[in-house]
């Protein structure tokens, strides 16, 4: 069975792709734009989030069944998708 693919929005330092990636699930894109948590979500992952969402090409992210974010950014982040839709 394939993975459920899924991307890390304001990953921060990969909490939600630790859990999501031991339940099976596979990341497929990462955002974050704090260059302190980049370093270490790359030291844990040897993958570079992608920095500031609003600069982000949408069409550079690949495809995914699931995104997840963190609920601090809940708010920005539909404002967001809704310029996008």
């Known amino acids: 069975m394939e993975k459920i693919?899924?991307?890390?929005?304001?990953?921060?330092?990969?909490?939600f792709r630790i859990a999501f990636e031991q339940t099976g699930?596979?990341?497929v894109y990462s955002?974050?734009?704090d260059p302190k948590?980049?370093?270490v979500y790359f030291n844990n992952f040897l993958d570079k989030p992608?920095?500031?969402?609003?600069?982000?090409?949408?069409?550079?992210?690949?495809?995914f069944d699931v995104w997840f974010f963190s609920t601090y950014y809940a708010?920005?982040?539909v404002e967001i998708f809704k310029a996008f839709i």
């Open 37 to 39: 948590c980049q370093e």
């Open 25 to 27: 699930y596979k990341c």
């Open 5 to 15: 693919k899924f991307i890390d929005l304001f990953a921060g330092i990969g909490g």
């Open 75 to 77: 708010k920005l982040l």
């Open 50 to 63: 992608a920095g500031d969402i609003t600069k982000i090409d949408i069409n550079s992210i690949p495809a």
């Open 31 to 33: 955002c974050e734009i």
